[in-house]
């Protein structure tokens, strides 16, 4: 990178570094290893098998930035995920050191698989491998004999469209299963199974049977289609068992990054989704500023944990890629430092430090498919050298501090949406911004 101030390119190298902290290698010289429980060792004859996938995290941020920087890195985390998978008999969604820690929820493992193939970071063989696992966990209705891996409230989710306040936490579960869903029918077209793809696609929307209009926020819902909390009781600012680690502001934008018109429609036009959006982000600035250096939980954005770290780039997809600049820029701005303290929380296996690379270089993916959102680069010229193919990211004007943008070309060809495919990306020799001082009305 070119430009910006000496803290901000601190800050960009040492996110970077911190980005590629993991996974770990737990094979031997020859390729053993055992896993906890196998009563012998097993040999990857093809690469090197890893562990410490912090999945619930990094699927968001780290994952896809292997796919892109670093192709092989995302090709063996695949197949290692798969492998563990093939040993112990399903995905597992945390694994550390030689085991499954089961930590968290969500079906996160085959959202990366899923992205390393978007990307084209995965080959075929992964597909095939992967592909047959992860359909039996999440879309047979008996159980594999290894288990559903982080599926667990599948067959609810089958029947309901749901995962119903009983399993505990069930509005993150199953905004998370909805995620997985959208990722999954990404594998299962690579896989050529459409009708599986379609069946997936369609289930990737029954979040909304959560919405509740007369609060405007998910909640959990029993099986007999009743709220779990009396709407008397229902706080939107306060953590209950509906969510994991957020409360319901924070859950409400889970679902944004993949499906924001379904968001846009739940909460009455992209108009209003985008005034819900400001008061949120808004409501993270004001406690910002009022306790700037504090990690602990916030009522409304919250920078230091995964649930809402999209929520940014949401405006960008309902159509005020102004407002994502805006809030994004902040975020950089009043978040993070060159201070050993210098980030807002857990970078978790380098969520957070993934996110500032990205957010610097003016892109941001939506985990499990092939696509990204534009943001604003930090830099004035940045050159990325993958496989000996230079990108350049041109921020005319971010030598200024411009942190709006006017307009954006690929290759010289102006693009009109803050949208991109990963195919484009990698085809590109010069993706430039033009920046602004002010909002302007680029991409709306």
Known sequence: VTGGTEAERRIFYTSLYHAFLMPTVIADADGTYQLHGQATSTRAPDYAQMSDFSLWDTYRTVHPLYA?????????????????????????????ATGESGTMLGAPAEIVVADAVARGAADADAVARAWPLLRAAALDPVAPAGGRGGREHVEPYLQLGYVPASAGRSVSVTTEYAHADVALATLARAAGADADADTLSARSRGWRALHDPSTGFLRGRLADGRWAIADAEFDPLVWNDDYAEANAWHSLWMVGLHDPAG??????????????????????????????????????????????????????????????????????????????????????????????????????????????????????????????????????????????????????????????????????????????????????
Do not use: C
Request: aromatic residues 10%.
């Open 68 to 96: 892109w920087l670093a192709p092989d890195l995302a090709a063996a985390s695949a197949r290692a995920l798969t492998r563990f998978a093939e040993d112990l008999g399903a995905f597992p969604r945390w694994p550390i």
């Open 263 to 444: 968001l846009a429609e739940a909460l009455g036009g992209a108009d209003a989704a985008i005034a819900r959006l400001e008061q949120f982000m808004s409501g993270g600035a004001d406690e910002v500023a009022a306790d700037p250096t504090s990690a602990l939980p916030r009522e409304y954005y919250w920078h230091g944990n995964e649930p809402a770290l999209s929520a940014p780039y949401l405006f960008a997809q309902l159509g005020r890629p102004d407002l994502t600049q805006r809030w994004v820029a902040w975020v950089l701005d009043a978040l993070y430092d060159d201070t050993a303290s210098g980030k807002a929380g857990n970078d978790d296996g380098g969520t957070l430090a993934a996110w500032y690379v990205w957010s610097a270089l003016g892109l941001y993916p939506v985990a499990g498919t092939d696509r990204y959102v534009l943001g604003a680069p930090r830099f004035p010229l940045a050159e990325i050298d993958v496989g000996g193919q230079v990108l350049r990211i041109v921020g005319d004007g971010a030598e200024r501090g411009d942190r709006y943008v006017a307009a954006v070309e690929l290759d010289g060809v102006a693009l009109t949406t803050p949208t991109l495919t990963h195919a484009q990306l990698r085809a590109a020799r010069e993706l430039r911004f033009t920046m602004s001082a002010t909002p302007t009305s680029w991409g709306r």
